[in-house]
């Protein structure tokens, strides 16, 4: 059965930097064709892909927010993070992280985590 | 980014009756597009990826037809778990997702 749980600040200030956790179990980050993605989604809005990872640390990012985001990968821990610099009060949403698709290069989705809410305010 | 647009943005329906969502894609995008299940304070989840695949464990009656920039979602008879919205999404070049339809009781 694969799981994946968000952790990271509920609460962060502007221009601080965000940093979140996957951590996954399941599926392992060493096989060759796995991959995990981050997706946002603000409060009533539609879901917003940042950043990608696969087993062989090819990493893929939303060209608009690419200078801001970082995805790294710990396979020992069964762990991956993001970091976003610069938060504004628009970043705040609820962030997932996610199983990609079974082919690498098909980003879609397959299970998810349950989300964590990251309200940016002072 | 590929502008991904869905109509209607809302549908009230009862149950047993067949719906349909359209999902189009600014540009080509072939065959890649995944379509979502959302309920309130819930994650996605995934039913349908290459336009018309359905996911294991997914009931039948949702399917998806459709290539190159436009698709439609079609669950043949709506069930009460079925009530939630529906986000389309294309992975021709990275990925985008769309507005979504929200499906309501009629």
């Known amino acids: 059965q694969i799981t994946l749980k968000e952790s990271g600040p509920t609460l962060v200030k502007p221009t601080q930097t965000l940093t979140l956790t996957c951590t996954f179990s399941?599926?392992?980050?060493?096989?060759?064709?796995?991959?995990v993605g981050w997706i946002r989604q603000s409060p009533g809005k539609a879901l917003e892909w940042l950043a990608l990872?696969?087993?062989?640390?090819?990493?893929r990012y939303r060209p608009s927010l690419k200078s801001r985001l970082t995805i790294t990968k710990d396979t020992s821990k069964n762990q991956v993070v993001l970091t976003m610099t610069n938060m504004d009060p628009v970043d705040t949403a609820t962030y997932y992280c996610?199983?990609?698709?079974?082919?690498?290069?098909?980003?879609?989705?397959?299970?998810w985590g349950q989300g964590t809410l990251v309200t940016v305010s002072s | 980014d590929i502008q991904m647009t869905q109509s209607p943005s809302t549908l009230s329906a009862s149950v047993g009756d067949r719906v349909t969502i359209t999902c189009r894609a600014s540009?080509?995008?072939?065959?890649?597009l995944a379509w979502y299940q959302q309920k309130p304070g819930k994650a996605p989840n995934l039913l349908i990826y290459?336009?018309?695949n359905l996911e294991s464990g997914v009931p039948s009656r949702f399917s998806g037809s459709g290539s190159g920039t436009e698709f439609t979602l079609t669950i043949s008879s709506l069930q009460p778990d079925d009530f939630a919205t529906y986000y389309c999404?294309?992975?021709?070049?990275?990925?985008?997702f769309g507005p979504g339809t929200k499906v309501d009781i009629k």
């Open positions: 996610a199983h990609l698709g079974y082919v690498v290069g098909e980003y879609y989705f397959v299970n």
């Open positions: 399941g599926f392992s980050l060493r096989n060759s064709g796995v991959g």
């Open positions: 990872i696969y087993w062989n640390d090819e990493k």
């Open positions: 540009q080509s995008i072939s065959s890649w």
């Open positions: 290459k336009a018309s």
């Open positions: 999404q294309q992975y021709s070049s990275f990925a985008d």
